[in-house]
């Protein structure tokens, strides 16, 4: 049931974001070059991420449908002026880099809408490719970008 609500939230259409912080879609580059196919619970693991700091931060989640309509090509500078467009304040860019089932890296950058300038970026590693260490994970970084901002 929780996992069906954080899609929910991933694919309702943002409305005007009045001051605010935008936080996009997390993002995943695997270069564990593992066997086995797990994209489906890496896709759940992303949203399970994105949904523990929507709910712990200031925040909307944009949908992947709305990026996909404004940005056929997701370069920062579309995505940046995708948010502009759409009245966010601050947009929240994350990715997750998977080295081994082991080893995870997540790099989150905050940038001001407006000017485009990054405000804070953080950096953090953790253990364990299941669900629990990525909502570890995301609760930590909610957590610093709290204290950084």
């Known amino acids: 049931m929780r996992h069906l609500l954080l899609a929910a939230m991933l694919l309702m259409p943002v409305p005007a974001l009045a001051e605010g912080l935008a936080i996009l879609p997390v993002k995943l580059l695997d270069t564990s070059h593992e066997a086995q196919d797990q994209r489906g619970d ?29 940005c056929q090509r997701q370069s920062a500078d579309c995505l940046v002026a995708m948010l502009r467009d759409q009245g966010a ?35 953090l590693s953790f253990r364990g490719d299941n669900d629990e260490a990525w ?3 995301g609760h930590f970084m909610a957590g610093q970008l709290r204290e950084g901002d």
């Open 89 to 123: 304040d601050r947009g929240l860019f994350i990715v997750v880099q998977k080295s081994s089932t082991l080893i995870l890296q997540a790099f989150a950058s905050l940038v001001d809408v407006p000017s485009g300038q990054l405000i804070l970026h953080k950096e």
């Open 135 to 137: 909502r570890r994970a």
């Open 42 to 70: 890496h896709a759940r693991r992303l949203e399970l991420m994105a949904g523990v700091l929507a709910q712990e931060m200031p925040g909307r989640l944009v949908a992947p449908e709305t990026i996909a309509s404004a």
